[in-house]
């Protein structure tokens, strides 16, 4: 299924408000699928106008990709306060796709027009990488660019010329995890949001195993559908990392809230 056919009438939801900050799962299910679990430390307002894609932490700023033609942009902004400082409008041509940072270059990636753009901190145009395919998410583990195209394969890119030298499959207890999305790299790990699920696999970048999921269903229960809110379109879809509190923000496409929360170690 391509992204074009999510459009679909508008379903009625109930949302309630989270009973607690801290998110549990029973131990039977904690055992069969290794789930962790994580506590939401605060939440920040979100554009409920942007189609998210690709989140980054950029000097303590969110830079973020949107999608939809004629509407893709990148910008720059605030986390306490959304208010965005710098933004670059895509040609219209474009659907903006995902998004990652190595250095002080922003790549991002379009769905299929087979270019990853280019830009400096400031967001301004440096140039444009040329690939074969449709373009998913994006992260950089510090070497490499590692790019998703909707399967079960990660492409590991080189810096400077976006040359594919190698790939991965990525597979869970033998199966393959297909429809991977959303990229982040933080701390050894490789962090991918499987579309149209609420669950972001956690996974080896050296083997391409999953070794646990992350399961941010509860996410979706803390805040209000926005006018023109499509339950089967506005998806967990924004994964960042922020190395400079070790923590990580999570919203998802036109979502009205950005969620900051910590990984708990196991056994807490």
Not at 229 to 253: C, D, M, R, S
């Amino acid at each position: 299924m391509n992204k074009l056919q999510l459009r679909r009438a508008e379903r009625s939801s109930i949302f309630v408000p989270l009973a607690a900050t801290l998110c549990f799962f029973s131990a039977s299910c904690c055992a069969r699928e290794n789930l962790l679990r994580y506590e939401i430390v605060a939440t920040h307002p979100h554009d409920a106008g942007a189609f998210t894609q690709g989140l980054a932490f950029l000097d303590g700023e969110l830079v973020e990709s949107r999608g939809r033609y004629g509407q893709s942009a990148v910008t720059i902004s605030a986390v306490a306060s959304a208010a965005v400082r710098l933004r670059h409008d895509n040609a219209a041509e474009h659907f903006g796709e995902g998004l990652s940072i190595a250095g002080r270059e922003l790549l991002q990636l379009t769905w299929r027009s087979g270019l990853a753009l280019a830009f400096d901190s400031r967001l301004r145009r440096t140039g444009e990488y040329r690939y074969e395919g449709e373009g998913w998410g994006l992260a950089f583990d510090g070497s490499h660019w590692l790019m998703s195209d909707g399967s079960d394969r990660l492409t590991r890119r080189r810096t400077g010329d976006f040359a594919v030298i190698g790939e991965l499959r990525v597979r869970d207890r033998g199966q393959p995890v297909q429809q991977l999305n959303e990229l982040e790299f933080a701390q050894g790990r490789l962090y991918g949001n499987v579309w149209h699920s609420d669950r972001v696999a956690v996974i080896d970048p050296a083997s391409g195993l999953v070794e646990s999921w992350i399961d941010f269903a509860p996410l979706r229960h803390g805040f209000s559908p926005p006018p023109g809110w499509n339950q089967a379109e506005h998806v967990l879809n924004g994964i960042a990392f922020n190395p400079a509190n070790q923590h990580f923000y999570v919203t998802g496409k036109c979502w009205p809230v950005l969620y900051e929360v910590r990984l708990l170690p196991a056994g807490k």
